[in-house]
Each structure stands twice: as structure tokens, then as C-alpha cells.
């Protein structure tokens, strides 16, 4: 994993954090603003300020665990345990014809004894979107690409999932068995794409600059380009003539292959065979799987795939939507402010919701992962609305820049009103590992260690940290040698099966502070 220096500069925020409120208790500055100033300006932590310590101070810095093991060194063996057992749990896949060394990996299925939208029967037979978590999860926590586990889930994605122009047909009998070679759906599009840049991302350098990456495989290249094109295909309806407020975000898209171009759906016709689209009950557009196609997109944008900045505009005009239209005053939390002589500004804590208007369960309630969500498209939105050659002149000035701006710094006021170090507030599904990866993913690319007066990587990593499940595993090494190792893992079953793959993904991204670096620096600083 990290050597000790690197490992204390990925997770020195939660002691930086700490330290911010003890100066602030004792009336020292920390930092100055002024009133209104944009979350998307909002400086990024100084990482190297309290790196080396200070000799001399009146008192270390507390224990944040428990009394006999620090609380860094605790996330790091979670890190470092909860790396080892995901590397243990791929399966092998056996690919026709193959040598040993090239076979695949996947990491099962997401399935669901119940159907969404009433009925009963399996819900999500679709492999890929796990086993691309999965990968993205590992390169995250440094694993190497060239290690074995890495080298096989590629395989298996590229030989089972790849978009092509190819036709295959599921099982007839056995309704776990996928075998189309474009993958299933949005969301497992949008993995893919996120598994493939991180591969080629590992270093974290981004952060300071906008220049593009590159990635010099050049069938790797091909790839993204075509995992690219087919996410933007599936915006929204599958028809081409929707209206277009039908086609601004996305959703599963999942397509059928029917024999004999019969009917049943709505889809086109190749070679005699149907692909046809299941539109899902309440909505052809929700906001999580509008928001993982963003982030997909948007790490595309980083390696030099751009899409038309439209879709951008397009993506910030669903997420507005799906925002609360009002809510309750909530005074902002800006310690400089007041230093600075200013009043705090108050906002509307106003969330979002992944369908609005939606009548079932929580899809219409604003949550804590919506929330989220919601501000990391914003988020997104401006960077790259704000820096496109095409939009970089009148964005700043427009309408829809302050609309958004404000639609941020009233969602910061919901999740702080709202605050729940663990628990997916509002959701009556749960999701709660889910929550936490995505707050990190939004207070990251804000460069924010502070939600209202709360640090929240410390206090959502203390939950992590209740939750561990620990066992041995056989770990593969680069070479797929296995070695029996302890092993750490989370299963919480708030999400859907695989329960332990994707709550031990979000555990880890979690801790290991996964967005860090995927956005360029803001430009000033304004407190915490």
C-alpha cells in the first residue's frame, strides 16, 4: 500500500479539520471570506500545513479511535485489510480457449428477489456494473494495474461487455445468464467508464492542472471512446423524437434481445434481432444514475473524450429539477465571516430527490445521497462549463451559473440541517454506505473538511469503522499466488446484492477519500 509518508498525506484532512476548530475556540484566524462567495471557489485543505507537526505545542493531537490504537492507523488497516479481501473476492471466469493467465474475473451479480416497479423474479442480472466497482475500487486503493485481479476483470468486461455491434441472446432458461456484449445498462456503462480512466489514473497528479490525460493504450483509447458514445446513446427515452426535456439525464436503459425483431418494447432491429428498451416505472431519468453517468463523463473529459457541452447544460438543467423548490432559512456556517466583520449568509436548505414527483417510498423525498448528488453534478457542471472552449466566454456571466451556484449552497445547507455521519436520511431503502461515498465526493471537489461545524471524514469514518466484519481470505499477489491473510469487509445490506462487494466499494472509496485530485484547485480560499 502507501509507504508512511504518502499514507499520512492522504489522510491528515480529519487532523487538519480538528485543529481548524481548536484554533477557532481559542478566537485565532483561520482563514477569511467574503460574503457570497461561490462553493466552487472554495479552497482545497492545505495539505502539507500540519504534515510535519509543530515541537512545542502545548498538547498532541487527541486520539480519534480507540485508547490503544490511533485513529489513522486504524483507516489504514481498514484500507489495507478491506483492499485485501476485495482482491480475494473476484471470481475466475473461464474464457473458451484462453491460456490460464487470460482468463477473466467478475464479481457476481446484482440481483433482487423482487422487481422493481411490483412482481417478483430477478431484478438486476447484470455482472458488470459490480465487477467495474470493483476494479475502480482497487485502482482507487492502489492496487497496480498490472496485478493479476486487475489484468482478469478487464478481460472479462472487455470479452463480455464490450459495445459492438455483435447480437447475442440471454439464456432462455436460466435468467442469470447474460451474455450480450454491450453491458446492461447506464449504470454499468458509466462503471466501466470510471474503472477504465482510473486505471490510467493512478498518480492523483489532476489536481493541479486541467491539462488532459492520456491513455497510450490505444485499444483502451478505442474503448473509452466507444463506452463514451454508447453512455450518451442512452440518455433518457430510447427514442430519438422524445421531447427534449425526456432526454436531459439518464436511467438503466436496459436492453432485451428478442429472436425474430418481435415487439415488446421500444428498440431497433439488427440482423433480425430486437434490442429493446425497459423504460422503468415513474420516470425515464432519475438522478443517481444521472449522476454516476456525470461523473463518467466528466473523468472522460479528463483524458480528452469530450461530449457536446449541451449535454452538460443539459445535465445541470435535470439536477435543478430535481431540487427542492423551497425550504426552511438555514444561517451558514463561516467562521472567517464573522472575523471579517460580515454577517454569515442564509441559505434555503433545500435538498434533492432521485425522481421528483415520484410516489414511491423515498424516490420523491429529498435524501442524503440525492443531496449529494445533486452538488457533485453542479459541481461538475461549472468546471466544465466554465473552462469549454464553446461556453468558457458567457458562462460566468449567465442566468444559470448563480442559479446553480445558489442551488449549491442551499443543497450544503440541507446536508447540514439534515446531518447523519452514516444513516441515508430520508431513504427508505437505505443506501447508507452509498451516502457516505457520496458526500465525500461532493465535500472533496469542494475542497470542504466541514459540513456546517462537523468534521465529516472523521465522523463518517468512526461509523465505517464500527461496521468492519473481519475474516481470512486467500489474497492473490500480482501474479495470483495466494496467500491466507486477515481480511476486513463491510455488509451492512443496505444496498443490493452483491451486499458485500458494493458496501465494502463505498467503504473504501470513502476512506481512501477517492475524489481527492479529480478536480483542479478552486481558485481562492474561503474558510472551511
Known amino acids: 500500500m502507501d509507504d508512511a509518508r504518502s499514507t499520512w498525506r492522504s489522510l491528515v484532512l480529519p487532523l487538519a479539520g480538528l485543529l481548524v476548530l481548536v484554533l477557532l475556540a481559542a478566537g485565532l484566524p483561520a482563514g477569511l471570506g467574503a460574503p457570497g462567495a461561490s462553493p466552487a ?86 455482472p458488470a456494473g459490480p465487477t467495474a466497482l470493483a476494479l475502480y475500487t482497487l485502482l482507487k486503493c492502489d492496487v497496480e494495474p498490472s496485478h493479476g485481479v486487475i489484468e482478469r476483470g478487464f478481460t472479462w468486461l472487455k470479452v463480455r461487455h464490450r459495445i459492438t455491434q455483435e447480437w447475442d441472446m440471454q439464456g432462455e432458461f436460466d435468467p442469470f445468464t447474460w451474455t450480450h456484449t454491450e453491458a446492461g445498462s447506464s449504470y454499468e456503462i458509466s462503471a466501466m467508464i470510471l474503472a477504465l480512466t482510473a486505471k490510467y489514473d493512478q498518480k492523483k497528479h489532476t489536481g493541479t492542472s486541467r491539462k488532459k490525460l492520456r491513455i497510450r493504450d490505444k485499444d483502451d483509447q478505442e474503448w473509452l471512446v466507444e463506452l463514451v458514445e454508447g453512455l450518451v446513446d442512452r440518455r433518457g427515452s430510447p427514442d430519438k423524437d422524445s421531447p427534449p426535456a425526456d432526454r436531459l439525464g439518464w436511467r438503466y436503459n436496459m436492453p432485451r434481445i428478442q429472436l425474430g425483431g418481435g415487439g415488446g418494447g421500444r428498440g431497433r ?133 448563480a442559479q446553480m451556484e445558489k442551488a449549491v449552497w442551499d443543497g450544503l445547507a440541507w446536508l447540514d440541517r439534515n446531518w447523519s455521519s ?60 495466494t496467500e491466507a491473510m486477515d481480511t476486513m469487509f463491510w455488509e451492512t445490506k443496505s444496498t443490493h446484492e452483491p451486499y458485500d462487494v458494493l458496501d465494502t466499494c463505498f467503504a473504501l472509496l470513502f476512506l481512501k477519500r477517492a475524489t481527492r485530485g479529480v478536480m483542479p484547485p478552486p481558485a481562492a480560499v474561503t474558510g472551511n
Not at 485508547?67 to 475466475?92: C, H, Y
Not at 472533496?444 to 469514518?461: P, T
Open 269 to 401: 432491429s439488427v440482423a433480425g434481432k430486437t434490442r429493446s428498451v425497459n423504460v422503468p416505472p415513474h420516470a425515464n431519468q432519475d438522478l443517481s444514475s444521472t449522476q454516476l453517468a456525470a461523473l463518467a463523463l466528466y473523468n472522460a473529459h479528463r483524458f480528452g473524450v469530450d461530449v457536446d457541452p449541451q449535454i452538460w447544460l443539459d445535465i445541470a438543467e435535470f439536477t435543478l429539477s430535481h431540487q427542492e423548490e423551497t425550504g426552511p432559512d438555514h444561517e451558514r456556517h463561516d467562521p472567517g465571516l464573522a472575523r471579517g466583520g460580515y454577517a454569515a449568509p442564509k441559505d434555503k436548505a433545500r435538498g434533492f430527490m432521485y425522481i421528483k414527483g415520484s410516489p414511491d417510498r423515498s424516490e420523491g423525498k429529498a435524501t442524503g445521497s440525492m443531496t449529494a448528488c445533486g452538488i457533485a453534478n453542479l459541481l461538475m457542471c461549472q468546471e466544465v462549463l466554465a473552462n469549454h472552449r464553446k461556453t468558457k466566454r458567457t458562462f460566468g456571466t449567465s442566468p444559470l451559473a
Open 41 to 126: 471557489l472554495a479552497g482545497p485543505d492545505d495539505d502539507d500545513a500540519d504534515e510535519d507537526g509543530k515541537e512545542g505545542d502545548d498538547e498532541p493531537p487527541p486520539d480519534l479511535g480507540e485508547k490503544d490504537v490511533p485513529f489513522i492507523e486504524k483507516v489504514n488497516e481498514a484500507i489495507e485489510k478491506g483492499t485485501n479481501w476485495l482482491l480475494a473476492r473476484g471470481k475466475i471466469f473461464e474464457i473458451p480457449g484462453a491460456r490460464d493467465e487470460a482468463q477473466g474475473a467478475h464479481y457476481g451479480f446484482i440481483q433482487s428477489k423482487t422487481l422493481y416497479g411490483g412482481g417478483t423474479g430477478p431484478g438486476y442480472p447484470h
Open 422 to 481: 452514516f444513516d441515508n436520511r430520508n431513504s427508505g431503502t437505505g443506501y447508507h454506505t452509498y451516502y457516505l461515498y457520496a458526500l465525500e465526493r461532493t465535500m472533496d471537489m469542494l475542497g470542504k473538511q466541514l459540513v456546517g461545524k462537523r468534521l465529516w471524514y472523521q465522523e463518517g469514518a468512526e461509523q465505517l469503522l464500527k461496521r468492519i466484519q473481519r475474516t481470512s481470505s486467500q489474497v492473490p499477489d500480482k501474479k495470483m499466488r
